[in-house]
């Protein structure tokens, strides 16, 4: 399993609704979240080895938000 972590600019109840769809029905996500408390508005993703970063933010990107990978 993989963790997956990037800042967004999905802010809002909304706009989860809008790419939850996507992420809830992808074969090799397990689980997502995305955190509106923080400043960078966080998307968190479980995910089976075979997803790549790239993958989520063409997914991501693909609805019109922005996305960046968090880095330690």
């Given at each position: 399993?993989?963790?997956?972590i ?10 989860i ?56």
């Open positions: 399993m993989e963790i997956l990037f800042q967004t600019d999905i802010k809002s109840e909304e706009k609704a809008s790419i939850e769809p996507v992420f809830n029905n992808h074969d090799d996500i397990l689980n997502w979240s995305i955190d509106l408390e923080d400043i960078d508005n966080v998307l968190r993703i479980e995910a089976n080895s075979t997803l790549t970063e790239k993958a989520v933010i063409d997914i991501v990107k693909q609805h019109y938000f922005t996305i960046k990978t968090l880095t330690d």
